[in-house]
């Protein structure tokens, strides 16, 4: 059965996209579960992640010679997707944004109707059927909340949201919560699972720093629950804390974009170590020991949440 699952932060610049780049990655090399990602960023950073030059080129003409849609317009237009594969890694595909969205964000016409969510959460079943898919991650926009959360609640059974250091992110993941779950009831009787929070961006010898962020996040989770609860917008819905994995800061994840050159992504390569010298090769260890954990972890979690031993 295949779980959807959304990256939601409705403060921008915490590594939504680089989370959503490790858990699709993370799942695929380590747990070699079959994923495809979902771009619904109107700034397509996650597309630019993993889509060479070459893919793009390639991905348009596909698009135009089959008439299949780039995110947004297989949502809004009832299109069928483009499903693209990563170069270099097997089992994960996407499901490319493109930049013109920008504009379409702008004009506000990229808010869809629950009707056609609900159309693309049944098309997204096909794919999943089709290419055996096990996991479907939707990076969803920040800030866009009359995207996010019609998207979110009826797309994905589970959400997960990255935190930097900052007073500012620390209190984001309560706002995030509450707004989510209060919106959330008017699109689904069945509310989405948080999974919970996933700290980014910490160098590796900030260790008390990363404790004590842990635990002013973890209350701010429980506080907003808690109320949650006490005002009866929720039930006794499970939920996750805070991860125990930490995606370090990392020059790899600093510079995802990719060159003219590459004929895989950027950090596809660094994954396989094709690029040499020692502070390469440090960094390359740490991303695979952080990306792996993560996959581990976010399938205990599952499980866990989910009542499943």
């Known amino acids: 059965m295949t779980v959807f699952i959304g990256v939601v932060a409705f403060k921008g610049g915490v590594g939504k996209t ?4 490790c858990l699709g990655l993370g799942l695929s090399t380590s747990s070699r579960r079959s994923v495809l990602l979902v771009d619904f960023d109107p700034q397509a950073n996650l597309t630019e992640a993993l889509l060479t030059q070459d893919n793009m080129v390639d991905a348009y003409r596909r698009s135009e010679s089959y008439n299949l849609a780039f995110s947004y317009e297989a949502l809004l237009q009832g299109r069928e997707p483009l499903v693209y594969p990563i ?8 499901i490319p944004s493109h930049p013109k969205y920008m504009l379409w964000a702008a004009q506000r016409v990229l808010e869809p109707t629950q009707d056609k969510i609900q159309l693309f959460r049944g098309t997204l079943g096909s794919i999943a059927e089709r290419f055996n898919v096990d996991y479907i991650i939707v990076d969803l926009p920040p800030q866009m909340y009359g995207i996010v959360v019609p ?7 589970y959400i997960v949201s990255p935190v930097i250091k900052g007073a500012f992110s620390i209190e984001s993941v309560e706002y995030l919560i509450e707004t989510y779950y ?8 069945k509310p989405t699972i948080f999974l919970g929070a996933v700290l980014m961006k910490f160098s590796t010898i900030e260790t008390s720093l990363i404790g004590n962020v842990k635990m002013a996040v973890q209350k701010r989770v429980k506080s907003a629950f808690d ?4 005002l009866g917008i929720i039930g006794d819905v499970r939920h996750g804390g805070v991860f125990d994995t930490v995606i370090h800061y990392n020059r790899i994840l600093t510079k995802l974009r990719n060159m003219p050159w590459t004929r895989e992504p950027y950090i596809v390569r660094h994954l396989h170590g094709r690029f040499g010298g020692e502070r390469s090769r440090r960094d390359q260890k740490l991303l695979v020991s952080d990306i792996n954990s993560l996959a581990r972890e976010f399938e205990a979690r599952i499980r866990e949440v989910s009542g499943v031993e």
Not at 151 to 157: C, N, R
Not at 182 to 189: D, F, G, L, Q
């Open 87 to 94: 170069s270099g890694v097997d089992n994960l595909y996407i």
């Open 151 to 157: 998207i979110a609640s009826v797309i994905t059974d």
């Open 182 to 189: 209060n919106v959330a009831r008017s699109y689904t009787k």
């Open 227 to 230: 109320r949650l609860r006490s």
């Open 18 to 21: 680089t989370l959503t780049t």
